[in-house]
């Protein structure tokens, strides 16, 4: 059981680095809200798993929420936004998509290198978890780097924060006030992202962030 | 309750309840009087932290190092509120805010000083990190106010680099938790900070050292060090002066003080790596950067902002350089700047609402057009530039004296760094306030109240501090290691 266990866990968390990157060459919107909600799935089951090998009730809550916010209503929420803004059309990015796919591919190499020689005493299926989150979190950020638009760089915060949740689950025991605390945020975090989009369109027809970089307050 | 009179949990329900009710109330001018009432309560509440300690618990503690902080950040909460009452009202006259926003405001404003408490106050690793975000997204909304297009860029601009400085001080946590959970077991006690030190020499010193990097590069960005600065000068100057004044002289300062619990972790493990050459590197980069961009700087309100920018470098690299007289020198110097930089900030708020605008190249001989705004800012950079006799001036001479005695050569660095900055200050000031008068030049419907109570204290401290305030700090620094 013990070996099923461990391959399980690692295959979901596996699965979470695999689709970080499909996200990162995804180049429409729509395609890459869909991404995230299957990369919020995947850390779903991921967080669930481990709530049954911890034997560790309040976990299955933190699965819930990732279900329900992560991978249904902010998806659902986003793809409106979209539509309502009226850009599907392709998203733009600053590196091509080889060159954002080797940066990835170093940063998870990079992730496990530091990780496994870290945690060398750790338990094995808390090492790889860690490192995998370390991984995910990376590829966030490689996302919110190589990105223009709001929305992009959106998801990629957010997908930094399932990388987050991938790790405080794999801690074995870690209390329940941080888990919670991670998903109200992501809330909170939204809210606000909500209402900057809003303000965001109503003031420039846009929600390319490049357009906010025009006003360098000391030009002129 | 069996306590009648709570202090630890009074500093929390003040601000707490406080937004509540501001967000519930109409009416703006009781609105912000009843804003200055709270922040007054609750610095009044932190003071009898001196006298009555509460022990600790898991999640809530006051020891030696928090309760300065809490005191100086209720304080400076306090005053920050009455600045806030007179330059709101100039801001409604222009209709630069509606009614609408400024009940937001000011529920936002206890929300920050609730969220700015509770980091400070928590004695929990998980609870700490929430404050700070808590404190995070709220000064995202209040920059972001004005609703134009630089205060959206700039809103925007500090949201993404502090959620990504956030997002790795949590995995950063995380790893402390799990360098932890081996000695002290699993659950809540190992978020613990008080059994966390206790312990810290069994913890596994490679996942701690790993943690404080991921602690260091995530709080590092809310304080502002040099390459993760980018949103600070733009938060500062789009946004309420008021909350430009609460960020330089206390958010930062809640975010260093993060970085220096954690750094006691380190200090209290034999095995774990010296945190001090990272901070000393990344302080010296802060300042040595930040006071060259001042001498760019066309925006007063960005001027000082890089200027805090430099002088959180400084006071990292104090800490960095550790030992109980760098220690006792970096701990002055945040009291003295927060205190200093808040007065700056409430004079430059009054400066930018009388002349229109904040561009330098607009206003000049304010020492004449309107002298009692002028002559405070020539004070406040004064001080901060710190010259003697005021209160910066003490605790650089005693970080550069330390310095000199153990590590020469960072020495040079340092004097040289602060000596560029102060150079570029002076330019500054010098058009400021004494040059041909420009701009208009009515009469400023200010409070010098709380400008000048800072000043004053900042001065005093400059020539004569209490014994026991200086017995405390030297406490303070025994404890940081």
Redesign the interface.
């Known amino acids: 059981m013990r070996g099923l266990s461990f391959d399980v866990a690692h295959l979901l968390a596996g699965g979470l680095v695999l689709v970080s990157f499909m996200q990162l060459y995804q180049d429409r919107l729509s395609a890459l809200l869909n991404m995230f909600a299957l990369h919020a799935l995947v850390l779903t089951l991921s967080v669930a798993w481990q709530a049954y090998i911890q034997d560790a009730p309040h976990l299955y809550v933190t699965a819930l929420i990732a279900l329900v916010f992560k991978a249904i209503v902010i998806p659902i929420a986003l793809h409106r936004i979209i539509v309502r803004l009226g850009i599907h059309r392709e998203i733009d990015k600053v590196v091509g998509v080889g060159a954002t796919m080797l940066l990835g591919m170093g940063l998870v190499a990079l992730s496990m290198v530091?990780?496994l020689?870290?945690?060398?005493?750790?338990d094995p299926l808390?090492r790889e978890d860690?490192a995998f989150?370390?991984a995910v979190?990376l590829l966030?950020?490689l996302m919110?780097v190589t990105r223009r638009n709001?929305v992009s760089?959106v998801v990629g915060?957010m997908s930094?924060?399932n990388g987050?949740v991938l790790?405080?689950t794999g801690?074995?025991?870690?209390?329940l006030?941080?888990e919670i605390?991670?998903a109200f945020?992501v809330l909170?975090?939204f809210i606000?992202?909500g209402?900057?989009l809003f303000?965001?369109r109503e003031?420039?027809d846009t929600v390319d962030?490049q357009a906010?970089?025009?006003?360098r307050?000391?030009r002129s | 309750m069996t306590m009648p009179f709570d202090p630890m949990a009074a500093v929390l329900v003040i601000p707490a309840a406080a937004a509540a009710l501001l967000a519930a109330l109409p009416g703006y001018r009781m609105t912000a009087r009843l804003n200055v009432l709270a922040a007054l309560l609750t610095f009044l509440a932190a003071l009898s932290l001196f006298f009555e300690r509460p022990e600790a618990g898991p999640y809530l503690l006051v020891d030696d190092l928090n309760n300065v902080f809490i005191v100086l950040t209720t304080f400076v909460g306090f005053t920050t509120s009455v600045f806030s009452a007179s330059y709101i009202d100039h801001e409604l006259e222009i209709g630069r805010l509606t009614p609408t926003f400024l009940r937001f405001y000011h529920a936002m404003y206890q929300v920050l000083m609730f969220a700015m408490n509770l980091a400070l106050i928590a004695n929990n690793i998980g609870l700490m990190w929430v404050a700070i975000e808590l404190a995070t997204l709220t000064t995202v909304l209040m920059v972001g106010i004005y609703r134009t297009h630089e205060a959206l860029e700039a809103a925007w601009k500090y949201f993404i680099l502090g959620s990504v400085g956030i997002a790795l001080a949590l995995f950063g946590t995380i790893l402390v938790y799990m360098a932890a959970r081996p000695a002290i077991g699993e659950g809540l006690p190992a978020m613990v900070w008080t059994n966390l030190v206790a312990r810290a020499g069994e913890f596994d010193p490679a996942l701690l050292n790993l943690a404080f990097v991921f602690l260091l590069l995530g709080y590092g960005t809310k304080v502002g060090l040099a390459p993760l600065h980018a949103w600070l000068p733009d938060a500062h100057a789009e946004g309420p002066t008021p909350i430009s004044a609460v960020l330089s002289g206390l958010l930062l300062n809640v975010a260093l003080y993060a970085l220096l619990r954690f750094k006691m972790l380190l200090a209290a493990n034999p095995y774990a790596v010296a945190p001090g050459p990272l901070m000393v590197t990344l302080g010296l980069i802060s300042l040595i950067f930040a006071s060259f961009m001042l001498y760019r700087r066309r925006d007063i309100k960005r001027m000082f902002a890089y200027s805090s920018i430099e002088h959180m470098g400084i006071i990292t690299f104090a800490f960095g350089i550790g030992g109980p007289l760098a220690n006792f020198a970096g701990l002055l110097h945040m009291t003295m700047h927060s205190l200093t930089k808040s007065a700056i900030f409430f004079a430059v708020g009054h400066i930018a609402q009388v002349k229109g605008t904040q561009k330098i190249a607009e206003m000049s001989g304010l020492t004449v057009t309107n002298p009692v705004l002028g002559w405070g800012l020539v004070i406040g950079v004064i001080a901060i530039a710190g010259l003697p006799p005021l209160g910066i001036f003490m605790s650089e001479f005693l970080l550069v004296s330390s310095t000199f005695a153990r590590e020469p050569w960072l020495a040079i660095l340092l004097v040289f760094g602060i000596l560029v900055g102060f150079g570029a200050l002076f330019l500054r000031l010098n058009s400021i306030a004494f040059g041909e008068p420009r701009g208009p030049s009515a009469e400023a419907k200010a409070s010098y109240l709380p400008m000048y109570s800072h000043l004053a204290i900042v001065f005093v401290a400059g020539i004569y501090m209490p014994p026991a305030i200086v017995m405390w700090f030297q406490n303070v620094a025994k404890l940081l290691g």
């Open positions: 530091v990780m020689r870290v945690t060398a005493d750790a808390a860690l989150a370390l979190v966030g950020l919110m709001a760089q915060f930094i924060e987050l790790a405080a801690a074995k025991g870690m209390p006030v941080v605390s991670i945020s909170i975090a606000v992202i209402i900057f303000r965001i003031r420039f962030v906010l970089d025009r006003f307050g000391e």
